[in-house]
């Protein structure tokens, strides 16, 4: 038998290489180089004819480089990846130059990239960036960090070829933005970007400094902003880079203290196209001093005033707002959905919920841990009245209601025709205003799902606490409300609540099941976007 020749040899890039992955048959004059030593094959899965050509091509660098643009577009992602995960960085340099789609959805491939192959991908955009005039195979827009686009390597060409620039962006780049702009678009480079105390994560401070020194021809934009970091030097560092209106959801959450507010809050302003902000555990120094605190409150009141696109607003643990809610939410526009848990306001705080003009069109509410029993409830019995054809979701979660609480406000509740989601867990409730309230969200034909307390004959006497819940009298009360339920024959699904904790983040419910029966399940604390959902 004649031996096998382990590797034919050929000289320049392989035609039958090239003609292989653009899907044709190899020709059969000129050898096919294949190096034999280095397939396993599986007689049940052998390798595409695709697959060991592109294996050849990647066995000699310089030939893959210099075959970049006469390689058929529709092997380009299945190479990305094969160059990707073997960090064949000068392959991948030229890889990038020549990548011939909009958008390069780098982030989509790697859970967490690795720094020196992304430098590599970064040296690639040099190289198309230091030539003076745009060629005209370059087609890359867009370098997307983000995970957007699930499975889009898997799908390969088509699906990658109709991924178009993301729609982050309302106003066209300005001089500002990218001073000594030509007419042509800048590159763009999304990623959601997080300042956290300590140590910054090491590929995006790269990033940061790659772009910060690449201002004229690069925009580093990114849809969400976390910052937990009380570091101004930090935050700046990144908002001087990145542009302020690609910015749509904000989170500022840890010890903030009025300075770093007071530096952080014009650039507010700025973020042109955010919807969704939250605040959250910001104390420090902010519940001393009150005429500062109302100035504080009233500048951002009038940088959120500027936000045109603001949506949601999540407030949690937020102490200067004590008293000062109402110069926050007078200047903004109609909200679609505001939470606001753990903070300490007035009743002046709780009646501007009905006078703001920016909560009459809400249509997801959540108050969580606001102690409201010596507040009046007229005012949030107004506030359900004026939104009770657009309200979709309604948390008053461990806000101390008692049963004259909900008494007061079940004229407004029974308005709320679109609602689909009610959690009222965590309150004070007797089991003659439990079935009161039942008898009345039974009516409302799109509620989907309704959180309630176990009531206060679930406990022993005199001694109300979620530790202090008698078995025996749950029983009962379980059983009563089973018949209860089978009467109404309400829509909604029922549940129970005899144990919560937002500190641990799970909560404890009994759901009628399908047999009759009460089963007790553990789940994590219903988020304003959970219960939404």
Same mark, same amino acid.
């Given at each position: 038998?004649?031996?096998?020749?382990?590797?034919?040899?050929?000289?320049?890039?392989?035609?039958?290489?090239?003609?292989?992955?653009?899907?044709?048959?190899?020709?059969?004059?000129?050898?096919?180089?294949?190096?034999?030593?280095?397939? +396993?094959?599986?007689?049940?899965?052998?390798?595409?004819?695709?697959?060991?050509?592109?294996?050849?091509?990647?066995? $000699?660098?310089?030939?893959?480089?210099?075959?970049?643009?006469?390689?058929?577009?529709?092997?380009?992602?299945?190479?990305?990846?094969?160059?990707?995960?073997?960090?064949?960085?000068?392959?991948?340099?030229?890889?990038?130059?020549?990548?011939?789609?909009?958008?390069?959805?780098?982030?989509?491939?790697?859970?967490?990239?690795?720094?020196?192959?992304?430098?590599?991908?970064?040296?690639?955009?040099?190289?198309?960036?230091?030539?003076?005039?745009?060629?005209?195979?370059?087609?890359?827009?867009?370098?997307?960090?983000? +995970?957007? $686009?699930?499975?889009?390597?898997?799908?390969?060409?088509?699906?990658?070829?109709?991924?178009?620039?993301?729609?982050?962006?309302?106003?066209?780049?300005?001089?500002?933005?990218?001073?000594?702009?030509?007419?042509?678009?800048?590159?763009?480079?999304?990623?959601?970007?997080?300042? +956290?105390?300590?140590?910054?994560?090491?590929?995006?401070?790269?990033?940061?400094?790659?772009?910060?020194?690449?201002?004229?021809?690069?925009?580093?934009?990114?849809?969400?902003?976390?910052? @937990?970091?009380?570091?101004?030097?930090?935050?700046?560092?990144?908002?001087?880079?990145?542009?302020?209106?690609?910015?749509?959801?904000?989170?500022?959450?840890?010890?903030?203290?009025?300075?770093?507010?007071?530096?952080?809050?014009?650039?507010? @302003?700025?973020? +042109?196209?955010?919807?969704?902000?939250?605040?959250?555990?910001?104390?420090?120094?902010?519940?001393?001093?009150?005429?500062?605190?109302?100035?504080?409150?009233?500048?951002?009141?009038? $940088?959120?005033?500027?936000?045109?696109?603001?949506?949601?607003?999540?407030?949690?643990?937020?102490?200067?707002?004590?008293?000062?809610?109402?110069?926050?939410?007078?200047?903004?526009?109609?909200?679609?959905?505001?939470?606001?848990?753990?903070?300490?306001?007035?009743?002046?705080?709780?009646?501007?919920?009905?006078?703001?003009?920016?909560?009459?069109?809400?249509?997801? #509410?959540?108050?969580?841990?606001?102690?409201?029993?010596?507040? @009046?409830?007229?005012?949030?019995?107004?506030?359900?009245?004026?939104?009770?054809?657009?309200?979709?979701?309604?948390?008053?979660?461990?806000?101390?209601?008692?049963?004259?609480?909900? *008494?007061?406000?079940?004229?407004?509740?029974?308005?709320?025709?679109?609602?689909?989601?009610?959690?009222?867990?965590?309150?004070?409730?007797?089991?003659?205003?439990?079935?009161?309230? #039942?008898?009345?969200?039974?009516?409302?034909?799109?509620? *989907?799902?309704?959180?309630?307390?176990?009531?206060?004959?679930?406990?022993?006497?005199?001694?109300?606490?979620?530790?202090?819940?008698?078995?025996?009298?749950?029983?009962?009360?379980?059983?009563?409300?089973?018949?209860?339920?089978?009467?109404?024959?309400?829509?909604?699904?029922?549940?129970?609540?005899?144990?919560?904790?937002?500190?641990?983040?799970?909560?404890?419910?009994?759901?009628?099941?399908?047999?009759?029966?009460?089963?007790?399940?553990?789940?994590?604390?219903?988020?304003? @976007?959970?219960?939404?959902?």
């Amino acid at each position: 038998m004649p031996r096998v020749q382990k590797e034919a040899e050929c000289s320049g890039v392989c035609s039958g290489c090239l003609a292989v992955l653009g899907g044709r048959e190899p020709l059969t004059t000129g050898p096919l180089l294949i190096n034999i030593s280095s397939i +396993k094959m599986s007689l049940r899965n052998p390798p595409s004819f695709q697959h060991l050509a592109m294996q050849s091509l990647l066995s $000699h660098p310089s030939w893959a480089i210099s075959a970049m643009e006469t390689l058929p577009v529709l092997v380009f992602p299945s190479l990305f990846m094969e160059v990707y995960a073997r960090a064949h960085t000068e392959v991948l340099k030229a890889l990038v130059q020549a990548w011939p789609f909009r958008c390069l959805p780098l982030g989509d491939l790697a859970e967490s990239p690795d720094l020196e192959t992304f430098k590599a991908v970064l040296d690639g955009l040099d190289l198309l960036l230091a030539k003076k005039e745009r060629p005209s195979q370059w087609k890359l827009q867009v370098l997307s960090l983000q +995970k957007e $686009h699930p499975n889009i390597w898997t799908w390969g060409y088509p699906s990658m070829a109709r991924i178009s620039s993301p729609d982050i962006l309302t106003d066209k780049p300005t001089e500002s933005h990218c001073s000594g702009m030509t007419e042509e678009q800048p590159l763009m480079i999304t990623m959601d970007l997080t300042i +956290k105390h300590g140590t910054q994560d090491a590929l995006q401070a790269h990033l940061l400094n790659w772009a910060r020194e690449r201002r004229e021809r690069v925009q580093l934009c990114s849809r969400k902003l976390q910052i @937990s970091s009380d570091s101004i030097s930090e935050i700046q560092k990144a908002l001087h880079v990145v542009r302020l209106d690609s910015i749509q959801e904000l989170v500022v959450s840890e010890f903030w203290n009025r300075e770093t507010m007071k530096i952080f809050a014009p650039y507010l @302003s700025q973020m +042109k196209n955010l919807h969704l902000l939250k605040l959250s555990k910001m104390r420090a120094d902010f519940y001393t001093a009150s005429q500062k605190n109302s100035w504080y409150s009233w500048k951002i009141g009038a $940088h959120l005033g500027q936000l045109q696109h603001l949506q949601e607003l999540h407030v949690h643990e937020v102490l200067f707002l004590y008293g000062k809610l109402p110069a926050v939410l007078r200047s903004l526009r109609p909200l679609k959905a505001l939470s606001l848990s753990a903070c300490a306001l007035q009743e002046a705080d709780l009646r501007c919920l009905s006078q703001a003009p920016c909560t009459r069109q809400l249509q997801h #509410l959540q108050l969580t841990s606001l102690f409201m029993d010596n507040s @009046s409830p007229e005012s949030l019995r107004d506030l359900l009245e004026q939104v009770a054809s657009t309200l979709e979701t309604l948390a008053l979660e461990d806000c101390a209601f008692t049963d004259a609480h909900l *008494s007061a406000i079940l004229p407004g509740l029974s308005q709320c025709s679109q609602l689909r989601v009610f959690s009222v867990y965590g309150n004070h409730i007797s089991m003659a205003a439990l079935y009161n309230l #039942l008898s009345h969200t039974a009516r409302l034909g799109h509620l *989907s799902r309704g959180l309630y307390p176990a009531p206060l004959e679930s406990y022993h006497p005199q001694e109300w606490g979620l530790e202090n819940i008698d078995p025996e009298r749950l029983a009962l009360v379980l059983a009563s409300l089973g018949q209860v339920l089978r009467d109404l024959g309400p829509t909604q699904r029922v549940q129970i609540c005899t144990d919560f904790c937002h500190h641990q983040n799970k909560c404890q419910f009994y759901s009628l099941g399908p047999g009759g029966s009460w089963v007790l399940t553990e789940e994590g604390l219903p988020s304003l @976007s959970a219960l939404s959902v």
